[in-house]
């Protein structure tokens, strides 16, 4: 069943002139929405089709608060809000990615030779996969029903309300490109962590803190587009291009932990495990060949993200 929504809590329609306040309610408005748009779908037709969309919107609502660090020092509400979304967009997301993982290593087996694919493979990886997802997504089932999830739904509508009576420190009295400026110094300094990374977890776990901040800067300029629409469109579309890199290294990086936790499977029951291996070194080296693309890539794409921040910075 869907949350209920008091009728006088609709951002979109509440909203006056623009202003970081005004914007940023509107965009949890939607965000809201979406979530619970996908709650409707997973209650009536059981489908995990629908997760993506509530992850991405935890996500992106995540990331717009989080981009106003002195409203979250300020607000203890506003940080309990933040990780109780981080805590819906993981919970919820776990079956789907699970479903996801399961779903590119049958498709690296499909492409091997014959010869390559020695002992039950096949039926290895659908044992691993099976029973996780299954557990993950009864678990995800479980949340949505529970007191928790409305609990969030009615702290995000409560945020609206108060973005919309222009009373939340911190969000109207600092300027967007300050904002922006402090974003792009985390991601800067990610980058950093990631140029001087030595050994294979490390560089990893680097590249990965480096995709969650340039997803924190895309969101958060997602959420005051209306401020400079042309502008702000051509830096999020510019940051996307890095954060699908980046979410294509974490994929590969995901697909060889599972791999390894499979191997030992296999080895336990006995089975040959020269394929696993050969998939793992295909995963390593696609982390291997994003590294290598990320510095282009990295200045190519934080170009015009820079641009609107030097502006602020020359004024």
């Known amino acids: 069943m869907k949350a209920e929504i008091p009728s006088n809590v609709d951002a979109r329609t509440s909203i006056g002139p623009a202003s970081a306040s005004t914007l940023l309610a509107e965009y949890l408005h939607t965000q809201r929405e979406t979530i619970l748009d996908g709650q409707i779908t997973v209650e009536t037709h059981d489908d995990l089709d629908s997760v993506p969309t509530m992850v991405i919107a935890s ?44 779903a590119r290593l049958h498709a690296a087996v499909d492409v091997l030779r014959p010869r390559y694919v020695r002992g039950p493979v096949r039926a290895r990886i659908t044992e691993y996969f099976g029973e996780r997802t299954r557990l993950a997504w009864l678990a995800a089932r479980d949340l949505l029903g529970s007191p928790r999830f409305p609990a969030m739904i009615e702290d995000l509508m409560a945020e609206e309300r108060l ?27 990610r980058m950093r962590a990631v140029e001087s990374a030595g050994e294979e977890d490390a560089r990893d776990a680097a590249i990965h803190a480096l995709r969650k901040a340039i997803r924190r800067t895309r969101y958060y300029l997602d959420s005051v587009r209306d401020l400079d629409p042309s502008r702000t469109a051509q830096a999020c579309d510019g940051l996307r291009v890095v954060q699908d890199l980046l979410g294509e290294h974490q994929d590969a990086v995901v697909a060889k932990h599972h791999l ?23 995963e390593i080296d696609r982390t291997t060949r994003y590294s290598a693309e990320l510095p282009t890539a990295y200045w190519r794409s934080l170009r015009d993200a820079r641009v609107m921040a030097d502006v602020h910075d020359n004024d």
Request: no cysteine; aromatic share 4%.
């Open 260 to 282: 390894i936790q499979i191997t030992r499977e296999a080895e336990n029951a006995g089975e040959s495990t020269f394929t696993y291996g050969l998939l793992l070194q295909r």
């Open 59 to 102: 996500r992106r609502a995540r990331s717009a608060l989080s981009a106003h660090r002195k409203t979250v020092h300020a607000e203890p509400e506003v940080h309990r809000l933040i990780e109780e979304l981080r805590w819906f967009g993981i919970s919820v997301g776990a079956a789907h990615e699970l479903r996801t993982q399961s």
């Open 163 to 189: 973005l919309l009576g222009g009373i939340v420190v911190g969000v109207d009295d600092v300027d967007n490109a300050v904002v922006l400026s402090a974003l792009l110094d985390r991601v800067r300094s």
